[in-house]
């Protein structure tokens, strides 16, 4: 079959059985990993972009030509830029200094305009802080209300979390044969944990969050130390799970090394979460997780040392 763009690709990534893992710890149970670092952007991002893009062009929201300005960690920006570059509108990612530049590098290949902003004072690079996401959010506001722009605004636009209670939930479960009993995610934006909840929740799939064990931390692209998401208001969830940044580290390397899975920082937090569940609350089931992006995005962090 022959897709008339690249944004008809987006979607219906492979569910893989992480057995050599699984095997390697001696876990009890199984992990299923969705592979959507195969996505165009690299990244499950690329999910949301389409959706609130298509979205508001739909709605009339977002007219023609117009430009659309978002704050990114950089997939989101990807996936802007993809869907945006496709469809006739300029975009404008501003993101902090403090993520990693192969980033910015991808999305003005994409042609997107990349503003970079600086960090709080005493931030590190490479760790995110949430009040280095506030400069973010208040450059994006500025940057969008001086040139008449769109805020694809994924932290509040209904597309994030219905791209995943449209997509990700039933691709799992369908590819499960309805046998996965978990799932959790990282925490950015929190659609993709709101989505998929919404879609397996009602089918008796536990949900968890994954939170980072401290506010400043290496997991680029969540862990904001956001307690109030729009995305994740009644949304239930069977609890939380925290991951350091080694054992995030630990476990995107062993996803390398063991599956010939080359994902990133927050796949790799995944992972450890869901090795957590296994040896704990969800013992002998099946824990669902999502590769959120690609391991080629952190190159020139120590994530690969």
């Known amino acids: 079959m022959i897709s008339p763009s690249v944004i008809d690709t987006i979607g219906n990534t492979p569910l893989v059985e992480l057995s050599r893992v699984r095997d390697e710890l001696m876990l009890d149970g199984r992990i299923l990993a969705k592979l959507d670092y195969m996505l165009p952007g690299y990244s499950k991002k690329d999910r949301a972009a389409r959706a609130i893009i298509e979205g508001a062009r739909e709605t009339g929201e977002l007219a023609f030509g117009q430009t659309v300005v978002e704050l990114t960690s950089g997939n989101m920006g990807t996936g802007l830029a993809i869907v945006c570059g ?36 005493g931030s590190k690079p490479g760790e995110v802080s949430g009040q280095d996401l506030a400069l973010v959010e208040k450059a994006a506001q500025r940057i969008a209300n001086e040139r ?35 799932f959790c995610d990282f925490i950015g934006s929190g659609g993709t944990l709101a989505g998929t909840a919404k879609f397996l929740g009602p089918k008796g799939v536990r949900c968890y969050a994954v939170d980072p ?9 969540g862990g904001y130390s956001m307690p109030d998401l729009t995305h994740l208001r009644g949304v239930e969830l069977a609890g939380s799970v925290t991951v350091s940044g080694r054992d995030a580290k630990d476990a995107a390397r062993l996803l390398a090394k063991h599956e010939g899975i080359f994902a990133g920082f927050s796949a790799g937090a995944n992972l450890a979460a ?16 999502v590769m959120c992006d690609s391991g080629l995005k952190y190159l020139s962090t120590d994530l690969w040392e």
């Open 86 to 121: 496709v469809l006739g509108h300029p975009f404008v990612a501003v993101m902090s200094e403090g993520n990693s530049e192969e980033r910015a590098r991808m999305m003005r290949a994409l042609g997107a305009e990349v503003v970079l902003v600086p960090q709080a004072q």
């Open 213 to 221: 064990d401290r506010p400043n931390h290496p997991i680029q692209g």
């Open 274 to 289: 869901a090795i957590q569940l296994l040896t704990g609350l969800e013992q002998g089931g099946t824990v669902a997780i």
């Open 148 to 182: 008449g722009a769109y805020r694809a605004d994924q932290f509040a636009r209904a597309g994030n979390p219905q791209a995943h209670e449209m997509g990700t939930g039933p691709e799992i479960w369908k590819q499960s044969g309805g046998e996965v009993t978990a």
